[in-house]
């Protein structure tokens, strides 16, 4: 008899164990950091997990202006209790306004797809149109000029989606389009011949020129 009422009163414990909940996510504790030139980043701070404290998986789904960022945790029976941040960096973003889910889930052993508790959090952003039209011609520095190996182009933004390329005064293209992944660049130009040049910066929406001289 005293053995069946240690297993139920251990079997009580158990349960109890199992069936608390297994993370506190305080309201505040998911934000926003970063900007469009760096990539945003999600921060799930002071996350308290009655576990071995780690960090199973996540995983980000961009769909539309909805996107989703699904964090689970690994949790087991255990009465240590430990309190973690963790940063999810999630890019950049086309400007437009975007309603972010995160949903956080608390997975035992790992099972994420079976998690027993969840919790969610909505960020809502905009991202603002960082384009060519938000530069003007003004805004583009070249120097040296005239230059002799390297001209440096420094610009007010960074555009996003654009490239620059070379071109000759009589039209022919002399540099490739390159990607613009800075508002600091470099052109190499010491394989050009003397002469005048000109400096194209464009994208779906704009295109602007400048005149440089090559020694």
């Known amino acids: 008899m005293r053995n069946l009422i240690t297993l139920f009163l251990c079997s009580i414990l158990f349960s109890s164990r199992l069936s608390a909940q297994p993370f506190h996510l305080p309201s505040d504790s998911i934000y926003l950091i970063g900007d469009n030139n760096v990539g945003?980043?999600?921060v799930a701070k002071?996350?308290?997990?009655?576990t071995s404290c780690s960090l199973h998986?996540?995983?980000f789904n961009m769909s539309g202006s909805n996107p989703r960022l699904r964090i689970c945790y690994y949790y087991g029976v255990s009465t240590v209790v430990c309190t973690?941040?963790?940063?999810?960096?999630i890019g950049s973003f086309l400007p437009g306004e975007y309603n972010l889910e995160v949903l956080l889930l608390a997975a035992p052993n790992g099972d994420c797809a079976n998690p027993t508790d969840t919790d969610t959090s909505q960020l809502s952003f905009v991202v603002q149109a960082n384009g060519l039209d938000k530069i003007n011609?003004?805004?583009i520095y070249l120097s040296p000029n005239p230059a002799t190996s390297k001209l440096v182009c420094t610009l007010s933004a960074r555009p996003q989606q654009a490239h620059y390329l070379?071109?000759?005064v009589d039209g022919k293209q002399v540099i490739n389009n390159t990607a613009i992944i800075q508002?600091?660049?470099e052109v190499d130009v010491s394989q050009l011949a003397s002469g005048v040049y000109y400096l194209v910066l464009q994208n779906d929406e704009r295109r602007m020129v400048r005149r440089f001289v090559k020694y």
């Open 40 to 42: 945003y980043s999600v």
């Open 46 to 50: 002071n996350v308290t997990i009655p």
């Open 57 to 59: 998986s996540n995983n």
């Open 84 to 89: 973690r941040t963790d940063t999810f960096n």
């Open 137 to 139: 011609e003004n805004d």
């Open 166 to 168: 070379v071109m000759s």
């Open 183 to 185: 508002t600091h660049f």
